[in-house]
């Protein structure tokens, strides 16, 4: 007489987070904070481009190391790993700008084509876009590549609107802003494909928050309200701190209750 063990199948673990109200709100407030701490590191301590981004670079090596050891989301690793690519995605930019003179419009341009390059090999890979199935390493590094370029494409536009077009901080922030409302209506009720919606507002609000950060850090000389990049950076880094507490507690509540029903 043989017996068969019957295995429960194992659900795969997505490795991000839910997009939910809170998601947006730290997304935002991370891409804000990625506008104004590489100003801080690069101007205001004296680092210079250069030297900001090769420290913030080898920063972010290491933050992903710790997200990708994971293999599942976990609110700090992952929001360590979103606020620093936020930084050296704006660094990204700003060195091709700043230091090779590279056009606005030109990286602008760039870094949609290597954007959309990047979702090509994404799709044709994996046959999927979505970010409620980030299952596998292959799939996370796809997603992390993703997040950098938009980070980077992100500043880029802001910039371009803001300064080359002389649009200035606040009028930028409502155009990309408006664009992201009418985005979101579209997927509310005109059925816009849920993961274009979703992409396609996550490029939008890189160039949405920085806007609102520059205008709070930059001098009135400039366009902004002058609080400076130090008082405005650790605003939003406090702002972030709270509420990845908030999302950990909340975690660990319902990782709990999922074992209980286990």
């Not at 930019?93 to 602008?108: A, H, I, K, P, S």
């Not at 160039?207 to 000389?221: I, K, M």
Request: hydrophobic share 55%; net charge negative.
């Amino acid at each position: 007489m043989t017996s068969s063990v019957i295995k429960r199948a194992v659900p795969a673990i997505n490795r991000v987070p839910e997009v939910t109200l809170d998601f947006w709100l730290i997304k935002i407030m991370a891409v804000t904070m990625g506008e104004t701490a590489a100003d801080y590191l690069a101007v205001n301590l004296g680092l210079g481009l250069t030297v900001t981004s090769l420290i913030m670079s080898g920063i972010l090596i290491v933050a992903l190391v710790l997200q990708f050891a994971q293999k599942r989301y976990v609110p700090w690793a992952y929001w360590l790993a979103v606020v620093l690519i936020s930084i050296v995605g704006t660094l990204v930019t700003d060195n091709l700008v700043d230091n090779f003179g590279v056009r606005l419009e030109t990286t602008t341009i760039v870094f949609s084509a290597v954007l959309a390059v990047t979702f090509v090999a994404w799709y044709a890979s994996e046959r999927t876009l979505s970010i409620h199935t980030i299952f596998t390493t292959r799939r996370e590094i796809f997603y992390w590549l993703a997040i950098l370029f938009t980070f980077s494409l992100g500043t880029a536009a802001g910039d371009l609107v803001a300064e080359r077009f002389d649009m200035g901080y606040l009028t930028t922030g409502l155009i990309f802003g408006g664009i992201i409302a009418a985005i979101t209506l579209a997927w509310f009720f005109l059925g816009l494909n849920g993961i274009l919606a979703f992409w396609l507002a996550y490029i939008l609000t890189r160039p949405f928050g920085a806007s609102f950060g520059d205008l709070l850090s930059q001098p009135v000389e400039y366009g902004g309200m002058g609080f400076g990049t130090t008082v405005t950076s650790l605003t939003f880094l406090g702002s972030i701190l709270v509420i990845v507490l908030y999302m950990t507690l909340r975690n660990m509540i319902e990782e709990d209750e999922q074992a209980l029903l286990d």
